[in-house]
């Protein structure tokens, strides 16, 4: 299959071919789909490669259009101006093949981009008709994702890069709700018109995972993903969640200098000790340095338990069930690693076996340290 996209380099434009490359190159392999070449047309490409394209396309993604010209009069002449230089290209060259195109919510509404939106609707519509061409037809609402171009396309793209470089952001009413659609959803229905597999409701297509969420909620979430890196805590964020996306999202502005963050370490003559990540509901992740011949531990807690995992060096793991003598034990090495459950009620502890080696072990408990409630109590195993 050769497929088109115009508005190759816009915000959508740039997922969709990055997301059909890989499906080229045979990179995604859940994708039963053979593509044989992808030809991106953009407001930079000679005017001429359109000819060329429109005889070659057996699928067409018109992505191309303006939201934020100088002058309103660009909104018809790009919107509805392009799509009717495409189309008569496509018939120029008698090409039949089914076209997408990308309009807005706003074609519902009395204003000059909408009304170019309304207008190359119509257009999709009547040379679909008259032509016996399938078309594509989506509403798009308000859309987020990396690449966007913040102060431009999406109040998220602005949200993200002015937190993420320490800018203020303006909310003017924190109650004020959006419909989002996240890039990748987008991109995952578009990919779906390839096989006739879209999502419809009458005329129009459209992208099945929306979220409704006020402009005060997006601030909030994305203060918290810019004060992680200095309290360590990883807020909720479930399977294909809005608060999932939107971390992707704000992570793909950070600059250079806040995509790597320090971490404290606690050091002393046995080694080192370092908090590396909290969350909400399922405890918090440490990583236990141990110098050569070193005993950690030596402690029990009530309720609390966790893994210790050793990724590098040779130890020994021992436990004894408070008030009894009997002593469990396990040798842990990074060349087999393994996790081991720290019982409750256990008093348990971790030696370093190596005269040369530090020993290194991931740490997990059930619950974040708190000073005020340390479910922690000395004593040694033997």
Known sequence: MIILVTGAKGFVGKNLVESLKNIKDGKDKTKNIVIDEILEYDVDTPKEMLDEYCQKAEFVFH?????????TSEYMENNFGFTSELL???KKYKNKAPIMISSSIQAALDNPYGLSKKAGEDLIFQYGSENKVKTFVYRFPNLFGKWCRPNLHSVIATFCYNIANELEITVNDRSHELTLCYIDDVVEELIKDLTNCENRNGEYCYVPVEHNVSLGEIADLLYTFHNQPKNL??????????????????????????????LKMNIDDRGSFTELLKTEKCGQFSVNISKPGITKGQHW????????????GKGLIQQRKIGTDEVIEFEVSGEHIEAIHMLPGYTHNIINLSNTEDLVTVMWANES?????????FEVVK
């Open 233 to 262: 805590l990883m807020p909720e964020i479930p399977n294909n969640s809005f608060s999932k996306k939107l971390y992707s999202t704000y992570l793909s502005y950070l600059p250079k200098e806040k995509a790597s963050f320090p």
């Open 63 to 71: 992505l191309a259009g303006v939201n934020r010209p100088k002058d």
């Open 301 to 312: 807690h009530h309720t609390k338990w966790e893994f210790f995992i050793v990724v590098s």
């Open 369 to 377: 340290f708190d000073p005020n409630h340390p479910d922690t109590y």
């Open 88 to 90: 008569g290209c496509l």
